[in-house]
Structure formats: C-alpha cells, structure tokens
C-alpha cells in the first residue's frame, strides 16, 4: 500500500501514520521527523532547515526530494510506505511522480485529513512529543502518564519549537498558499480521498482503514 496523508498542521498525520505503521507493517516517512532528526544531528542540512521550520516556513523544495528519494530507495518501502508531510507543493508532487516511476511504482490512494482551524490550534498548542521514542500525546485529547511521562518509555515529553501560536497561524497560511493546490492535483488523478479529521483519533482511524479496503 502506497498512501500520501495530506493535511493541513495538526490535523492528526503523524497519529494516523504511526497506527497504519502498527496495523499494515509498512513504515511511515515523515520529512518533518526527518528534518528534525538533521537538526539534532546539526548537519549543514539541518541547521538551514532549522530557520525554515522555526520560522513555519516550508524548506527548499529540492533539499526535501533529495531526502524522499533516497528513503524510497531503501528495502523497507517495497511493500508500500505512508507519506507525512510530504509532498506539500506542486514541485514535490511533480517530483514525487518521477522518483515513483523510476522505481517502478504507483500511488494507491491520497487520504485529506479535513479539521477545522479552530481545532487545529488547540490540538498544536496542546500537543507534546516523547524526546525519546518520539511517540505523540495531547494534553487534553491524549493525555501522558499522571507523572507528566511517555506511557510507552518514561521518556520526558517536550513541545515542538514550531508549536508557539505564532508560527502556527503562519504555517496554516504557508498550508493555504503551497499545499491545498495538491488536493485538486490528486483529485484529477482520481486518487483524492477526503476523510472527516474532527472525530476521534479511533474513529479517524477506523474510516481511513475502511477507505484502504474499500480502494
Ligand atoms: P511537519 O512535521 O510535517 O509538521 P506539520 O505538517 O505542520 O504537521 P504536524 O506534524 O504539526 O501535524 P500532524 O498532522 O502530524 O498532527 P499530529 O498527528 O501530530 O513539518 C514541520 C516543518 O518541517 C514544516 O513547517 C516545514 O518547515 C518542514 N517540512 C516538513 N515537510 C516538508 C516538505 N515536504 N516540504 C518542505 N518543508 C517541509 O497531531 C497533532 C496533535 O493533535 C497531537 O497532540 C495529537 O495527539 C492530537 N490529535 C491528533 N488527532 C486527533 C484527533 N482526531 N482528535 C484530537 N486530537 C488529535
Ligand atoms: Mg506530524
Ligand atoms: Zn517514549
């Protein structure tokens, strides 16, 4: 199965990605994890990506087709991969479409996580990350343990330095500009599938499944 989760910040890729990751045993490649993980490692990569992502900017269209390219090509994808995060512009989608036919491979289906701003907001502002294992919580929606820890590790939770309301409201108007074009470029290609993000995260779950196997 090969899936892009398209969706503005916030509306529940990285959830909905890490429990297909469980249920179909594919992986999920997350450009934002990955660029994240460059910027811990402080490569020359990562520290130009930071400014760009501190300042909810998108990151050159060129440095994160270099990075998909390269983790497409690796053994864990041939039986189907979950795309977050990317692609977010036409150019990546363009690209994407290469990298796929070079490798002999076609997309199956383009899940739109739909969630109001509103929502958004309050699920960005509340949201936390295990620094260890990288699991994501709420603090009202998906609550850690009573300790304030990662119910998976005890690992100590931290918040995304581009989940400051400022940066939000620019990433969602960056999202408006750059990405929502994507839905009309997979709505022609017949491979759009719209998927109510306002429900529960069981529930969102449960219909993205029913609209795989319906597919
Ligand atoms: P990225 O990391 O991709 O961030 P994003 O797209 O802004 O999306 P988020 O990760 O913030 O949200 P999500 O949809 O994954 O939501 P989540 O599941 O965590 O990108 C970050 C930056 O990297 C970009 O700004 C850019 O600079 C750069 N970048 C990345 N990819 C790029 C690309 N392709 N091109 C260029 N630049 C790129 O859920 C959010 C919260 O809500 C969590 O707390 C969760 O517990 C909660 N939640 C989830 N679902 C529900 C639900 N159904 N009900 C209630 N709460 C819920
Ligand atoms: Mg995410
Ligand atoms: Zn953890």
Redesign the pocket.
Known sequence: MKLI?L????????????MLVEQFGIPQI???????AAVREKSTMGLK?KE??D???????E??VGI?RERLQQEDCRAGFIL??????VP?ADALKKVLAELGKELDSVIS?E?DTD??V???T????CGVCGK???????PPREDGLCRECGGVLIQ?D??QEATIRT?MD??HEQTVPLEDYYRQQGLLCRVD?????A??HQRIVSVLQAG
């Open positions: 989760l969706g503005p910040p916030g509306a529940g890729k990285g959830t909905q990605a890490a997350s450009t934002g994890d990955m660029l994240r990506a760009c992502m300042a909810g900017a998108l990151v050159p269209d440095v994160v998909v977050d995060g990317f692609p977010r512009t990546q996580l969630v929502a958004l309050e699920r960005l509340g949201r936390r990350t994501g919580y709420h603090l009202r929606f998906d995304r581009d989940d990433r960056v999202y993000g306002m429900q529960e995260i529930t969102v």
